[in-house]
Protein backbone atom coordinates (compact mmCIF):
# COMPACT_ATOMS: atom_id res chain seq x y z
CA UNK A 1 0.00 0.00 0.00
CA UNK A 2 1.56 3.31 -0.71
CA UNK A 3 1.92 6.49 1.43
CA UNK A 4 -0.44 8.73 -0.25
CA UNK A 5 -3.55 6.05 -0.05
CA UNK A 6 -2.28 4.96 3.62
CA UNK A 7 -2.25 8.29 4.73
CA UNK A 8 -5.64 8.89 3.38
CA UNK A 9 -6.95 5.58 5.23
CA UNK A 10 -5.55 7.18 8.08
CA UNK A 11 -7.37 10.43 7.92
CA UNK A 12 -10.75 8.94 6.56
CA UNK A 13 -10.81 6.63 9.82
CA UNK A 14 -9.99 9.51 12.36
CA UNK A 15 -12.85 10.86 10.94
CA UNK A 16 -10.66 13.67 9.68
CA UNK A 17 -12.61 14.99 6.47
CA UNK A 18 -15.55 16.10 8.77
CA UNK A 19 -13.37 18.75 10.81
CA UNK A 20 -11.52 20.52 8.07
CA UNK A 21 -14.64 20.44 5.46
CA UNK A 22 -14.61 24.75 5.01
CA UNK A 23 -10.93 24.63 4.68
CA UNK A 24 -11.73 21.73 2.22
CA UNK A 25 -14.04 23.70 0.69
CA UNK A 26 -11.80 26.71 0.72
CA UNK A 27 -9.06 24.97 -1.22
CA UNK A 28 -11.49 23.59 -3.86
CA UNK A 29 -13.11 27.34 -4.58
CA UNK A 30 -9.13 28.58 -5.47
CA UNK A 31 -8.65 25.88 -7.66
CA UNK A 32 -11.97 27.24 -9.08
CA UNK A 33 -11.08 30.50 -9.26
CA UNK A 34 -7.76 30.14 -10.85
CA UNK A 35 -9.28 27.38 -13.32
CA UNK A 36 -11.99 30.09 -14.65
CA UNK A 37 -9.74 32.85 -14.51
CA UNK A 38 -6.93 30.84 -16.62
CA UNK A 39 -9.60 30.00 -19.30
CA UNK A 40 -13.04 31.05 -20.04
CA UNK A 41 -15.94 30.48 -17.55
CA UNK A 42 -18.02 27.65 -19.15
CA UNK A 43 -16.91 24.53 -18.02
CA UNK A 44 -18.10 22.75 -21.46
CA UNK A 45 -15.19 25.08 -23.11
CA UNK A 46 -12.47 24.72 -20.26
CA UNK A 47 -11.42 21.44 -19.18
CA UNK A 48 -9.45 22.62 -15.91
CA UNK A 49 -12.46 24.02 -14.82
CA UNK A 50 -14.80 21.38 -16.05
CA UNK A 51 -12.26 18.99 -13.60
CA UNK A 52 -12.15 21.35 -10.55
CA UNK A 53 -15.90 21.13 -10.50
CA UNK A 54 -16.27 17.63 -10.33
CA UNK A 55 -13.77 17.08 -7.80
CA UNK A 56 -15.89 20.01 -5.96
CA UNK A 57 -19.20 17.78 -6.65
CA UNK A 58 -16.86 14.72 -5.35
CA UNK A 59 -16.65 16.04 -2.01
CA UNK A 60 -20.39 17.68 -1.52
CA UNK A 61 -19.51 21.14 -2.31
CA UNK A 62 -22.66 23.20 -2.44
CA UNK A 63 -23.62 24.42 -5.71
CA UNK A 64 -23.67 28.01 -4.21
CA UNK A 65 -20.55 27.84 -3.53
CA UNK A 66 -18.95 26.60 -6.60
CA UNK A 67 -21.07 29.53 -8.41
CA UNK A 68 -19.92 31.95 -6.47
CA UNK A 69 -16.21 30.58 -7.42
CA UNK A 70 -16.63 30.67 -11.03
CA UNK A 71 -17.99 34.28 -10.83
CA UNK A 72 -14.88 35.73 -8.81
CA UNK A 73 -12.87 34.85 -11.54
CA UNK A 74 -14.12 37.88 -13.17
CA UNK A 75 -13.78 39.98 -10.30
CA UNK A 76 -11.53 42.96 -10.37
CA UNK A 77 -10.26 42.32 -7.37
CA UNK A 78 -9.57 38.66 -7.75
CA UNK A 79 -6.27 37.49 -6.17
CA UNK A 80 -3.65 36.24 -8.69
CA UNK A 81 -2.34 32.77 -7.35
CA UNK A 82 0.49 31.40 -8.65
CA UNK A 83 1.15 27.48 -9.07
CA UNK A 84 4.12 26.09 -6.86
CA UNK A 85 6.07 23.10 -6.17
CA UNK A 86 8.15 22.44 -3.09
CA UNK A 87 9.87 19.27 -2.59
CA UNK A 88 11.69 18.22 0.53
CA UNK A 89 12.84 15.28 2.84
CA UNK A 90 10.86 14.02 5.93
CA UNK A 91 11.95 11.59 8.98
CA UNK A 92 13.23 8.83 7.85
CA UNK A 93 14.74 10.09 4.31
CA UNK A 94 11.14 10.21 3.32
CA UNK A 95 10.82 12.23 -0.34
CA UNK A 96 7.68 14.76 0.04
CA UNK A 97 5.97 16.76 -2.90
CA UNK A 98 3.95 20.03 -1.78
CA UNK A 99 1.98 21.84 -4.54
CA UNK A 100 0.35 25.35 -3.42
CA UNK A 101 -1.76 28.37 -4.68
CA UNK A 102 -0.29 31.26 -3.38
CA UNK A 103 -1.18 35.03 -3.98
CA UNK A 104 2.28 35.66 -1.49
CA UNK A 105 5.37 33.29 -2.62
CA UNK A 106 7.26 34.23 0.34
CA UNK A 107 4.17 33.82 2.70
CA UNK A 108 4.14 30.65 1.82
CA UNK A 109 7.20 29.54 1.36
CA UNK A 110 8.36 30.50 4.53
CA UNK A 111 5.45 28.80 5.94
CA UNK A 112 6.43 25.40 4.35
CA UNK A 113 10.06 25.94 5.12
CA UNK A 114 8.95 26.35 9.00
CA UNK A 115 6.46 23.22 8.79
CA UNK A 116 9.78 21.30 7.24
CA UNK A 117 12.04 21.96 9.98
CA UNK A 118 9.43 21.77 13.07
CA UNK A 119 9.36 18.31 12.05
CA UNK A 120 12.71 17.58 11.67
CA UNK A 121 12.62 17.68 7.88
CA UNK A 122 14.14 19.84 5.02
CA UNK A 123 12.86 21.56 2.00
CA UNK A 124 14.94 20.83 -0.96
CA UNK A 125 15.38 22.65 -4.14
CA UNK A 126 12.54 22.20 -6.78
CA UNK A 127 13.35 18.99 -8.28
CA UNK A 128 15.51 17.61 -5.19
CA UNK A 129 12.93 14.19 -4.95
CA UNK A 130 10.41 14.65 -8.24
CA UNK A 131 12.67 12.46 -9.79
CA UNK A 132 11.81 9.52 -8.19
CA UNK A 133 8.04 10.10 -8.46
CA UNK A 134 6.06 9.55 -11.37
CA UNK A 135 3.63 12.92 -12.50
CA UNK A 136 0.54 10.64 -13.71
CA UNK A 137 -3.30 10.87 -14.10
CA UNK A 138 -5.48 9.37 -11.51
CA UNK A 139 -9.28 8.65 -12.37
CA UNK A 140 -10.76 7.13 -9.29
CA UNK A 141 -14.76 5.34 -9.33
CA UNK A 142 -16.80 4.46 -6.64
CA UNK A 143 -17.42 0.66 -6.13
CA UNK A 144 -21.14 0.82 -7.88
CA UNK A 145 -19.61 1.99 -11.03
CA UNK A 146 -19.24 -1.88 -12.13
CA UNK A 147 -16.95 -5.26 -10.86
CA UNK A 148 -13.07 -5.13 -11.25
CA UNK A 149 -13.53 -6.77 -14.35
CA UNK A 150 -15.88 -3.85 -15.77
CA UNK A 151 -14.00 -1.40 -14.84
CA UNK A 152 -11.23 -2.73 -15.79
CA UNK A 153 -12.45 -3.58 -19.45
CA UNK A 154 -13.16 0.13 -19.84
CA UNK A 155 -10.10 1.63 -18.51
CA UNK A 156 -8.04 -0.50 -21.78
CA UNK A 157 -10.31 0.59 -24.39
CA UNK A 158 -9.63 4.10 -22.57
CA UNK A 159 -6.36 3.80 -23.21
CA UNK A 160 -5.63 4.24 -19.47
CA UNK A 161 -2.21 2.35 -18.19
CA UNK A 162 -3.35 0.37 -14.61
CA UNK A 163 -6.30 -0.31 -12.60
CA UNK A 164 -6.13 -0.89 -8.98
CA UNK A 165 -9.28 -1.76 -6.79
CA UNK A 166 -9.79 -2.30 -3.38
CA UNK A 167 -12.36 -1.90 -0.56
CA UNK A 168 -13.30 2.15 -0.84
CA UNK A 169 -12.94 1.95 -5.24
CA UNK A 170 -11.51 1.88 -8.22
CA UNK A 171 -8.08 4.25 -8.95
CA UNK A 172 -7.11 4.15 -12.61
CA UNK A 173 -4.05 5.08 -13.83
CA UNK A 174 -3.26 7.24 -17.31
CA UNK A 175 -0.26 8.88 -18.59
CA UNK A 176 -0.44 12.96 -17.35
CA UNK A 177 -0.66 14.11 -20.61
CA UNK A 178 -3.69 11.68 -21.82
CA UNK A 179 -5.54 12.34 -18.80
CA UNK A 180 -8.45 14.62 -20.43
CA UNK A 181 -8.78 12.28 -23.31
CA UNK A 182 -8.87 8.62 -21.05
CA UNK A 183 -11.54 10.47 -18.62
CA UNK A 184 -14.37 11.80 -21.31
CA UNK A 185 -13.47 7.85 -22.83
CA UNK A 186 -14.35 6.48 -19.28
CA UNK A 187 -17.26 9.00 -18.57
CA UNK A 188 -19.02 7.09 -21.68
CA UNK A 189 -18.53 3.65 -20.88
CA UNK A 190 -18.67 3.98 -16.87
CA UNK A 191 -20.85 7.16 -15.85
CA UNK A 192 -18.82 10.57 -14.52
CA UNK A 193 -15.41 9.86 -12.38
CA UNK A 194 -15.45 10.63 -8.57
CA UNK A 195 -12.68 12.37 -8.91
CA UNK A 196 -10.06 13.03 -12.12
CA UNK A 197 -6.53 14.52 -11.24
CA UNK A 198 -2.83 14.85 -11.99
CA UNK A 199 -0.89 13.60 -8.93
CA UNK A 200 2.93 12.93 -7.96
CA UNK A 201 3.29 8.74 -7.49
CA UNK A 202 6.12 7.49 -5.82
CA UNK A 203 8.17 4.87 -7.74
CA UNK A 204 9.66 3.27 -4.82
CA UNK A 205 8.00 3.50 -1.33
CA UNK A 206 10.73 3.94 1.66
CA UNK A 207 9.37 1.38 4.99
CA UNK A 208 9.05 3.55 8.23
CA UNK A 209 8.66 2.57 11.66
CA UNK A 210 6.19 3.71 14.20
CA UNK A 211 7.67 6.79 15.55
CA UNK A 212 8.74 7.61 12.22
CA UNK A 213 5.26 7.00 10.55
CA UNK A 214 3.95 9.43 13.58
CA UNK A 215 5.93 12.21 12.65
CA UNK A 216 5.44 11.86 9.11
CA UNK A 217 1.44 11.93 9.56
CA UNK A 218 1.77 15.26 11.65
CA UNK A 219 3.90 16.67 9.48
CA UNK A 220 1.70 16.13 6.56
CA UNK A 221 -1.04 16.95 8.51
CA UNK A 222 0.25 20.44 9.19
CA UNK A 223 1.12 21.06 5.70
CA UNK A 224 -2.16 20.26 4.17
CA UNK A 225 -3.68 22.52 6.97
CA UNK A 226 -1.91 25.77 5.67
CA UNK A 227 -4.24 27.45 3.41
CA UNK A 228 -1.60 27.56 0.36
CA UNK A 229 -1.44 24.34 0.51
CA UNK A 230 -3.54 22.10 -2.64
CA UNK A 231 -1.66 18.78 -2.58
CA UNK A 232 0.78 16.40 -0.47
CA UNK A 233 2.38 13.57 -1.88
CA UNK A 234 5.22 11.17 0.08
CA UNK A 235 7.00 8.03 -0.68
CA UNK A 236 7.13 6.28 2.93
CA UNK A 237 5.29 2.86 3.90
CA UNK A 238 4.24 1.37 6.94
CA UNK A 239 3.23 -2.16 8.02
CA UNK A 240 -0.27 -2.99 8.26
CA UNK A 241 0.60 -3.58 12.22
CA UNK A 242 1.81 -0.22 12.62
CA UNK A 243 -1.31 1.39 10.50
CA UNK A 244 -3.79 -0.22 12.83
CA UNK A 245 -2.03 1.32 15.60
CA UNK A 246 -2.43 4.61 14.33
CA UNK A 247 -5.74 4.30 12.92
CA UNK A 248 -6.94 3.28 16.61
Known sequence: M???????????????????????????????????KAGLPDPSMNARLRLAIQNAKAQSMPKDNIDRAIKKASGADTE????????????????????????NRNRTASNVRSIFTKAGGALGETGSVSFSFDHVGEITYKLSAGDADKVMEAAIEAGADDVETDEEGHYITTAFEALGEVAKALEASLGEAETVKAVWRAQNNVPVDEERAQSLLKLIDSLEDDDDVQNVYSNFEVSEEVLAKLSA
Open 2 to 36: AGHSQFKNIMHRKGRQDSVRSKMFSKLAREITVAA
Open 80 to 103: NYDEVRYEGYGPGGTAIIVEALTD
